[in-house]
């Protein structure tokens, strides 16, 4: 069975200071990672993804996530954040035999001004 | 292009009622999927079809739940009879069955109360 840790319920940053959302992830095979963004009373929007390739992975928004096959992570990180970086954020899984998507339980994310 | 379009956006019934929610996918996916996420949960899959065939639906409640797709464009997701536990947000995603990067696209989701 695949599954998806998201360890923080929360994470509250200043802004211009570095964004990091962590996600551990459990799968068969080789996994297809993904992060999506959902603000309030909207669907999840795209963030970025690893297939294959680069373990460091560029998305929309200036965010980047690093892919670690040893540790089992896929953290989200934004060098500078932003007030409207606030909002919940939910990491994915998919095994490469499996077509079914398996999400976090999302953190939400706060930056201050 | 035109993204997953869902209805109604709100809606609040009483237990034992039934309800139905709309889902149309962008054009040309054949993929959709209907998910239920729980609040302060992340979404969990309830069914995927392929055009109009049903892939999985191992999650979806069965003697509660239905969805159809009859003509593998626009599908209806149904509750019949809600319970208090049914509250949650519905959201309908789509894929392009050739997108090689499996990205779903998500529509801004039903959110329905129960009381």
């Known amino acids: 069975a695949q599954s998806v840790a998201q360890p923080e319920d929360q994470v509250n940053v200043a802004e211009g200071n570095p964004l990091t959302v962590k996600c551990t992830y459990s799968v068969s095979g080789n996994p297809y990672l993904f992060w999506y963004v959902q603000y309030p009373n909207r669907g999840l929007q795209f963030l970025l993804k690893?297939?294959?390739?680069?373990?460091l992975v560029k998305g929309s928004y200036g965010f980047e996530a690093e892919f670690n096959k040893s540790q089992t992570s896929f953290h989200l990180k934004k060098p500078s954040a932003l007030v409207s970086d606030s909002a919940l954020y939910f990491c994915a899984v998919r095994g490469s035999r499996d077509y079914k998507l398996s999400f976090g339980a999302g953190t939400t994310v706060t930056v201050r001004a | 292009e035109a993204g997953v379009a869902q209805s109604p956006r709100y809606k609040i019934i009483e237990k034992r009622q039934s309800v139905a929610f709309w889902c149309n996918p962008i054009s040309g996916h054949a993929t959709l999927y209907w998910y239920q996420q729980i609040l302060g949960q992340g979404p969990k899959l309830l069914i995927q079809f392929q055009n109009n065939g049903v892939v999985d639906d191992s999650q979806l409640p069965k003697d509660r739940f239905s969805a159809e797709r009859l003509k593998g464009v626009d599908s209806t997701l149904k509750i019949q009879p809600a319970k208090l536990e049914d509250s949650a947000v519905y959201l309908c995603?789509?894929?392009?069955?050739?997108?090689?990067?499996?990205?779903?696209?998500f529509g801004p989701g039903t959110r329905l109360t129960v009381t």
């Open positions: 995603a789509s894929r392009h069955v050739r997108e090689p990067t499996y990205e779903q696209y």
């Open positions: 690893y297939i294959t390739g680069d373990n």
